[in-house]
């Protein structure tokens, strides 16, 4: 260092600065992976699949003449987001901070004049952004074949649950990043986040209303099936049928759900992290 | 990342992450992925984040600890080379013998009360009686009649043998003692390899200090 022309004084940035300055190479760090190439890869050939298969079979039920756009938006966008929102979150939100610990690499951030929550909220919204824009890839290649066969035709309804879908996207990566903060290994909390997400939510959902028809409004996939739900004119309600009831969380009750998980999983993956040491 | 994070001024950044990086001797590697690198690199490495901002008092809190014996060897040399560049060090740790190697001055606490603070010649004057101690390794073992003409040695006030190949000297007087002493073993044919200050002086003088506190 050069000790003979000394340097101005350095002048540490503020917390929020700081978030942007960790979401700014975070987010470069996905760009550069292979797993954002993965995944920008499932998406691509999902999408090229499903126009092939839709133009050569011509489906009555999405672009047949009694078909409406919302036939349409509904099944290419409905039944394919949350699985998407669900796998691009776990991708990106899994290793977030467990990586820290895996690979070592918080040993040159952690001692640097930095809070580990701008880390973490800059670490999350990184995750956020690079998962956000595997979903607009999604939607924008539904919308070009929806504007193919339709026109410009977009329903409000698509919109609305694009938006869900976003929304689901921070409750997922809020309870990705909890399980990332709890393991020191990425692979465990990928595991147990695709487990719970994929699998045990909806298991537990179908024993709890199967068993003791009582309505699962504590299951984050409940909430989310607004993003689905959404298509539905006039909008599903809970209905009983021969004893047994099917229940169907109304869009205030899933938003309410899906903003629960969110911010209690968040705090609780933030503060599991504050206290967590490197050794 | 760590510039940004300190806030390094975006026109002196890449200087000053060269300089830094050279400082810590890791200039050849500045290209190359940290994941590989060794405890010793790494911390380096985090010795060199430290230094972007250019600070002229650095706090390292045990620096060395956990890493191999190579590891804790280059730690020490870049601390040591710290220390040349007029800046003020303050480093913690548990192994006494490198604080004797490093340090210039010491402070000993003990269930956070400070114990002592001054300079390791003064402090292990001051606590380990009034005898200064030195180790001397050997090449080959000495016959015990030699061991009882260095504790004849003007200012030398006892002489063991630690085992076949090392002697520890106790001796009153300064530095220059400690140097006369040296020819003095040379001139009666004393095998000498190696020639410091014992490791084990400042960990004497801790004992003997926390002693009154346990």
């Known amino acids: 260092m050069s000790n003979d022309q000394p340097h101005a004084a350095n002048t540490v940035p503020g917390s929020l600065v700081q978030v942007g300055v960790t979401m700014k190479y975070t987010l470069l760090d996905y760009l550069r992976s292979r797993r954002f190439v993965i995944m920008l890869a499932i998406v691509l050939i999902i999408s090229a699949l499903l126009t092939v298969l839709v133009a050569y079979y011509r489906p009555g039920s999405m672009v047949g003449s009694g078909a409406t756009t919302i036939d349409f938006y509904s099944t290419w966008w409905g039944t394919f987001a949350s699985f998407l929102t669900v796998i691009s979150g776990i991708f990106f939100g899994g290793d977030g901070i467990a990586a820290e610990f895996q690979n070592k690499t918080g040993y040159f951030t952690v001692p640097n004049p930095i809070r580990r929550s701008s880390i973490y909220i800059g670490k999350f919204l990184a995750s956020f952004t690079a998962a956000t824009v595997v979903l607009v890839v999604y939607l924008a290649i539904a919308v070009a074949n929806g504007l193919f066969y339709f026109g410009a035709n977009i329903p409000s309804q698509f919109g609305e649950s694009f938006l869900f879908a976003w929304f689901y996207l921070l409750a997922v990566l809020g309870f990705t990043f909890m399980f990332s903060s709890l393991f020191k290994t990425s692979s465990y909390a990928i595991l147990v986040s695709f487990l719970l997400l994929i699998v045990g939510f909806s298991l537990i959902s179908a024993l709890i209303e199967g068993l003791t028809n009582t309505e699962p409004w504590y299951i984050l996939s409940y909430g989310a099936s607004i993003i689905m739900d959404v298509f539905t004119s006039p909008y599903p309600t809970t209905i009983t049928r021969a004893g047994f009831t099917t229940y169907v969380a109304s869009i205030p009750e899933g938003l309410a759900i899906m903003a629960a998980y969110f911010i209690v999983s968040s705090m609780l993956g933030l503060i599991l992290f504050e206290r967590k040491e490197f050794n | ?214």
Not at chain 2, 39 to 68: F, H, V, W, Y
Not at chain 2, 139 to 145: A, F, G, M, Q
């Open chain 2, 1 to 214: 990342m760590i510039a940004d994070i300190r806030g390094v001024p975006r026109a002196e950044r890449e200087k000053r992450i060269a300089d830094a990086v050279e400082e810590v001797r890791m200039g050849e590697w500045i290209d190359k992925r940290t994941g590989k690198f060794s405890k010793g690199m790494k911390q380096r490495i985090c010795i060199a984040s430290a230094l972007l901002s250019n600070p002229t008092i650095l706090l390292l809190d045990e620096p060395s600890t956990g890493l191999d014996p190579r590891g804790m060897s280059e730690v020490r040399d870049i601390v040591k080379s710290l220390k040349k560049q007029d800046r003020l060090v303050f480093m913690s740790s548990h192994i006494l013998s490198e604080v004797s190697e490093v340090c210039d001055e010491v402070a000993m606490i003990d269930h956070g009360k400070l114990l002592v603070y001054d300079t390791i010649s003064n402090v292990t004057k001051k606590f380990s009686g009034s005898d200064n101690i030195v180790e001397v390794g050997l090449l080959k073992s000495v016959d015990p009649s030699i061991i009882t003409r260095i504790s004849n040695l003007s200012g030398v006030t006892g002489a063991e043998s630690m085992d076949d190949r090392n002697l520890r000297i106790k001796f009153q007087g300064s530095q220059d003692t400690q140097a006369r002493i040296l020819t003095d073993l040379l001139g009666l044919n004393v095998p000498v390899l190696s020639y410091r200050p014992a490791a084990s002086a400042l960990e004497d003088v801790y004992l003997n200090l926390i002693k009154a506190t346990l």
